[in-house]
């Protein structure tokens, strides 16, 4: 129950392209999303996050997608550069207790020029 | 500069050897983490404190333990008793709200 489930491991995107990834989660109780950037040899860096009373939530060319429902959420990353190549983590926490993030697997992203 | 540092950024120690990794934060957050990362997965929570004085065990904390001093600091020790040390470690710490910022990571060999 504790699990968030990512998909694809990873993913090659042309330049000017669209990148989805995918999150799926089990405990109901999670109502914050975040979504983090790492690239190699550095730590994480929170890129946009959601909580689950919006639907969308868009910040330049990242948006999160949420469907409570299916319990899922999505990164899009419209217009996919270069500069975007990294790996990206979904997470989840619950708003009691300590708030410990349960992160996805993990996505390598590449997108070639 | 507000942030998290980490120090060392890279690590390596022979086996059988206790080694401490430092955490400080300037963010004034009462709330710090620590993670592990190995190739192909996820982060993994090792240990996380709510407050001075007081820290309580993650998902994979057999090996590690912490001290939770001072506001600003969170060091982790590595000790001999985990059995596959080498890995990435990565310090967070939060506001009061939800958000997590990382540190720059210590990579930490043991041979």
């Known amino acids: 129950q504790q699990q968030v489930k990512q998909s694809p491991q990873s993913l090659i995107v042309q330049k000017g392209g669209i990148s989805i990834i995918n999150c799926a989660y089990e405990?109901?109780?999670?109502?914050?999303f975040p979504w983090y950037q790492q690239f190699p040899g550095k730590g994480p860096a929170l890129l946009i996050a959601?909580?689950?009373?919006?639907s969308e939530k868009k910040e330049g060319r990242f948006t999160i997608s949420f469907n409570k429902s299916a319990k899922q959420f999505s990164l899009h990353i419209m217009d996919s550069q270069p500069g975007d190549s990294a790996t990206y983590f979904c997470?989840?926490?619950?708003?009691?207790?300590?708030?410990?993030?349960?992160f996805g697997q993990g996505t390598r992203l590449t997108i070639n020029p | 500069d507000g942030g998290i540092t980490q120090s060392p950024k890279y690590l390596f120690r022979k086996e059988g050897q206790n080694v401490t990794l430092s955490c400080e934060q300037n963010?004034?957050?009462?709330?710090m983490y620590w993670y592990r990362q190995d190739p192909g997965q996820g982060l993994r929570l090792i240990y996380y404190s709510q407050i001075v004085n007081d820290f309580q065990k993650g998902d994979i904390a057999e090996g590690y333990s912490v001290s939770r001093e001072k506001k600003e600091s969170f060091p982790l020790t590595v000790t001999s008793a985990q059995k596959n040390p080498t890995a990435f470690y990565l310090c967070a710490s939060r506001d009061r709200i939800y958000e997590q910022y990382f540190g720059p990571g210590t990579r930490l060999t043991v041979t």
């Open positions: 959601i909580r689950p009373d919006v």
């Open positions: 997470a989840a926490s619950m708003a009691q207790g300590a708030q410990k993030l349960v």
């Open positions: 405990n109901t109780a999670f109502d914050y």
């Open positions: 963010l004034n957050h009462d709330a």
